[in-house]
């Protein structure tokens, strides 16, 4: 008798569920046959005769897009294209370049590639492959990915005009493997401290930064600044890898994932193996970093491991998986959310459906201010963590940094915005640049290179005048606010197209606040005193 109320419970909780269950699987069922009934009544009665592939192309993506932001839709004609910024590698032959004016230039020979082997040289023109002209045809970029990449050891021929050669020189390549590098530059900000921007987290993104930051420690980097503004994310693996590695000997948590499913939720903690946890750390983001650079950042601020410098980051903490449809096709399906150390889930909001919404929501940070003055930030009170040291920390969408620094317009005008945006700072920098490629045959550094370079008056006059040639008037009351910005950005062109990515960037970097910001807390002591310690832990 004093079982029969227990045993009457159980079995009414489980016909509750059972019910459930059954009702839900049901409905999934009664759905399916609905949309496979109003296929079947098209197919039978519609007066005219239906492309049934156009019609389920197009109803897909509507399905997906009434479930999250980032549930999408991937016709098998873009799979790709849209999977080719993640792989670690392709076959092509191995460069950079630029669609100018109709014109392809190539900006960077990949050291070891079939280009680097044929001869070609950055600030050559591309003015035919296989035959078929380039420019001034008005070929997509997409297009000349198409002809310049291909299978493994199959062979291309392209026709290039060089600055100082009065005919056009051919060369016969043969297609290889191309590494597509994560990091944008690395290079030493001071004597001590090593700086890297990664772009992506990419298959090959652990092992870049590994041997990005193990050439700067070589070159003495006892601190670090990691650059991952404008980092839209991509792999979660290169992430854990990093933070690893940036715990050092610590045993610590860097993300927890949760799903529908218990299969679903994952812990993954430090291994005590991480070879950079006594280096000071500065984590620069803005609106643009994005779900596996969320990931990072948030696993070294809620572990009080280095200071995370700039702007609100985005607010991604759904986590995709792809699933492949019979013709090819691929959805990339949320199926987790992730959540830092300290349990923050900085997935911003969304209302399935309202994408535009969502995206737009960056943009509205301009409008609203938060940008540009850290008192327009709103921060829920209901979303307050802390730290492993007990410092809080904010949930609600992004990582909010330590140390805010707002977006920099300091001589923004509207001339500036005009040469900017019609290409015209570019187009003089790859154009003075080639006219002087001789004189900068020899030129190893930064230094170098600006010591070539006339002085800024001198620079800014010539570049004004060109300006004036393409139909931009000077404007010279503008054109002084703008002055320090228009020349700093035609150097950092100009070095971009002598000696690569770490070029543009020490330039750039050097009038730029965030890290300014940056390699004052590092030499304050800062960065390295917020409460982590290396110790092994008892």
């Not at 003015?127 to 291309?156: C, K, Q, S, W, Y």
């Not at 992506?200 to 930064?209: I, P």
């Not at 290169?238 to 940036?246: F, G």
């Not at 994932?257 to 430090?270: A, C, E, I, M, Y």
């Amino acid at each position: 008798m004093l079982w029969l109320p227990v045993t009457a419970a159980v079995f009414l909780i489980i016909g509750l569920w059972t019910g459930r269950y059954l009702t839900q699987t049901d409905r999934s069922e009664i759905a399916l046959d609905k949309i496979g009934r109003v296929f079947d009544i098209i197919h039978s009665n519609y007066v005219d005769e239906i492309d049934f592939d156009s019609l389920v192309e197009l109803t897909v993506p509507e399905l997906l897009r009434n479930l999250d932001p980032h549930t999408v839709y991937i016709p098998a004609a873009q799979r790709t294209a849209v999977n080719r910024d993640l792989e670690g590698s392709f076959y092509g032959i191995g460069i950079q370049f630029q669609m100018l004016n109709d014109t392809l230039y190539i900006v960077e020979v990949i050291a070891g590639a079939a280009a680097d082997d044929a001869g070609l040289l950055p600030g050559d023109k591309i003015t035919a492959v296989d035959g078929h002209n380039i420019a001034g045809t008005g070929i997509t970029t997409e297009e000349v990915f198409g002809m310049l990449r291909g299978p493994r050891d199959t062979p291309v021929h392209v026709t290039v005009k060089r600055h100082n050669s009065p005919r056009p020189l051919e060369f016969d390549l043969i297609r290889g493997e191309v590494p597509v590098s994560p990091v944008d530059a690395a290079y030493m900000l001071t004597d001590t401290i090593g700086y890297i921007r990664l772009g992506k987290f990419s298959e090959n993104t652990y092992e870049e930064f590994l041997r990005a930051y193990t050439a700067l420690k070589f070159n003495g980097a006892t601190s670090l600044v990691l650059d991952l503004r404008g980092n839209g994310g991509g792999y979660m693996a290169p992430a854990v890898l990093m933070a690893n590695d940036l715990f050092g000997r610590q045993e610590r948590l860097i993300v927890s994932t949760r799903g529908r499913n218990s299969s679903d939720n994952r812990v993954l903690v430090s291994d005590r193996s991480g070879a950079f946890g006594d280096d000071a750390l500065v984590i620069l983001i803005d609106e643009f970093t994005a779900s596996a650079s969320e990931i990072l950042a948030g696993a070294v601020q809620d572990n009080d491991r280095g200071l995370i410098i700039g702007r609100r980051s985005f607010g991604k903490g759904l986590v995709q998986t792809s699933f492949e449809l019979p013709d090819s096709s691929e959805f990339r399906l949320t199926v987790q959310r992730y959540y830092t150390p300290s349990g923050r889930s900085i997935q911003k909001q969304y209302a399935p459906g309202h994408n535009g919404e969502y995206e737009t929501e960056v943009y509205n940070r301009y409008s609203n201010g938060e940008i540009f003055s850290a008192d327009s930030i709103h921060i829920d009170s209901t979303e307050i963590f802390h730290t492993v040291a007990g410092r809080p920390v904010y949930g609600g969408g992004g990582i909010m940094p330590d140390v805010f620094v707002p977006s920099d317009t300091t001589g923004v005008t509207g001339y500036y915005i005009r040469v900017a945006n019609e290409g015209i700072i570019r187009d003089y920098a790859y154009d003075y640049a080639d006219r002087n490629r001789e004189r900068f045959d020899n030129v190893g550094s930064v230094g170098a290179l600006t010591a070539l370079l006339p002085t800024d008056d001198a620079l800014l006059r010539d570049f004004t005048a060109y300006a004036a040639g393409r139909g931009v008037a000077p404007r010279w009351y503008y054109i002084n606010i703008s002055a320090p910005l228009i020349v700093n950005q035609l150097k950092a062109l100009i070095a971009r197209d002598i000696l690569g990515m770490d070029g543009y960037f020490e330039i750039v970097n050097s009038v730029d606040p965030a890290v300014t910001e940056a390699v004052n807390r590092i030499e304050s002591g800062e960065a390295a005193s917020i409460g982590f310690n290396n110790d092994d832990d008892e």
